[in-house]
């Protein structure tokens, strides 16, 4: 069973915290994503990386920052928390073999950790 | 671009009833389609895809839906809900490509009533 955890289920800053969520994925998957979700929004991507210190923006990268230093972990970095991105924060990866794309892999999703900022 | 269009944030039905949600997308391209379940409190599922060939496609659970060009539509139907059903239901569109590219829907949540 391919397997996405992430650090926290639940997760309480203040404004201004610097906040890492973390993600790791244990099936040696290339890509990994960071999405958040909120109510009427559905899922949007904030970022996501290709290859370990490779990454790229997603839809919504503004107030955020991730890091990928090694295949398995993938952190999410909130520079200085705001109280708009008290949201629910999904991680997932997927295969990445070259040419292959959503028709032949699938994306899997951890449980999602669930911020609020104070 | 691509969108889609989840109609109905909530629905409700009858255990043993038939689900319906509907799913309508837009896509310059000949779209990739999904379908994904979210238990409360846990993380998103793959319940079906749609990439080529046959435009029914059966999913888990007892699930399937039917991508209808002409329509643009790409509907979710099981003929008898579970109480087990109960959880929000994600329509998504793709180009061809990564999961990067997938857009979501957002989301109808299904009550089953016993």
């Known amino acids: 069973d391919v397997k996405v955890t992430q650090s926290s289920r639940y997760l309480v800053k203040r404004t201004g915290e610097k906040v890492f969520l973390e993600c790791v994925q244990d099936m040696d998957h290339e890509n990994m994503f960071w999405y958040r979700q909120d109510p009427g929004l559905g899922l949007r991507l904030i970022y996501f990386s290709y290859d370990v210190k490779m990454k790229e923006k997603g839809d919504i990268p503004e107030g955020y920052s991730v890091s990928r230093e090694k295949k398995e972990r993938f952190s999410l970095i909130l520079e200085s928390a705001s109280t708009n991105q008290t949201s629910m924060y999904l991680c997932?990866?997927?295969?990445?073999?070259?040419?292959?794309?959503?028709?032949?892999?699938?994306?899997?999703f951890g449980p999602g950790t669930r911020l609020t900022v104070l | 671009a691509q969108s889609v269009t989840q109609l109905g944030s909530h629905v409700s039905v009858s255990e043993g009833a038939l689900v319906l949600l509907r799913c309508n997308y837009s896509?310059?391209?000949?779209?990739?389609l999904f379908w994904y379940v979210q238990y409360p409190n846990q993380g998103l599922q793959l319940l079906l895809k749609?990439?080529?060939?046959?435009?029914l496609v059966k999913g888990i659970n007892g699930f399937e839906a039917e991508f209808k060009k002409s329509e643009t539509s790409f509907h979710l139907t099981k003929p008898s809900a579970h109480m087990s059903d109960a959880a929000e239901y994600f329509c998504a569109v793709s180009p061809s490509g990564g999961y990067q590219k997938v857009t979501f829907g957002t989301g109808t949540k299904l009550q089953v009533i016993p």
């Open positions: 749609y990439t080529t060939g046959a435009t």
């Open positions: 896509s310059s391209v000949p779209p990739y």
């Open positions: 997932a990866s997927s295969t990445g073999t070259s040419g292959r794309g959503v028709e032949a892999d699938t994306q899997y």
